[in-house]
């Protein structure tokens, strides 16, 4: 895959489609590595004609490294967002969003789609208001505002985000695969085989939980965007699964209420992970909602 030097970093990212079409950029989630964005997902997304870009943040995946960042706290970084505290972080969700647009740039992209999941709807909401010129249309996914009113995480899913990462390898896969069956809906069946194969190309690919920790820090950071939200105008798509044991829905529509005219999509059994099932649905949805800003 190939990388370029944006915002001051090297970002590994990767394209599916014909650069013609209208971009999609696609934004991972907390400690994700952009091979999470299944490729299969991102064909189907490109099929319906769209030029569809992934990348590492940056601290994951074969993105630059913050080393001098040092290790946060996770346990610490997990309880304050739940108390809405102030927190310090090695760099912000800013500085993440304009990796985004540093890449775009790189690129010689001038306008896109962005969609991201969880964390990475963090990062949606803040290009939104911090680069509107840029931006063609928003689509949040399992996202929230960070606004410390919300309902919290059911708590065997915070228990598991502030969970230490095993560092051996197969007791790491046991626990991305264990965390997989906690994140995901009850309506579709866990299939086991295929979250232990892929957390095994994750760990092979980059095991860095130094980064994660860091991500979380930025997240944490952010605080409340909700009284931020009010200056989009771009078209936006809130994706949410109505099983969501992380981020509860009313985070969706606290998103919702927050960007004018932002259309909300609850998907029943679905929680915060998309089961493959469920990707024509969502392919479907994001097509449509791009269709209608052309």
Known sequence: MPNVAANGIRIEYDTFGDNKNPVLLLIMALGAQMIQWNEKF???LADKGLYVIRFDNRDVGLSTKFEEGGMPDTVALVKAMAQGQEVEAPYTLDDMADDAVGLLDALGVKEAHFCGGSMGAAIVQVIGYRHPSRVLSLIPISGTTGNPDLPQAKPEAMQALGTPVPVEREANIEHRVKLQQIMRGRRFK?????????AAQSYDRSFYP??????LAALTANGNRKPRLASINAPTLVIHGADDPLVPVEASKDIADGIPGTRLMMIE???HEQAVELWPQIVDAIFEHIKKTA
Do not use: H, L, S, V
Request: proline share 0%; hydrophobic share 30%.
């Open 42 to 44: 991102c064909q189907m």
């Open 190 to 198: 866990f299939d086991e085989k295929r979250a232990r194969e892929f």
């Open 210 to 215: 130094e980064g994660r920790a860091r991500q």
């Open 269 to 271: 059994g679905m929680g």
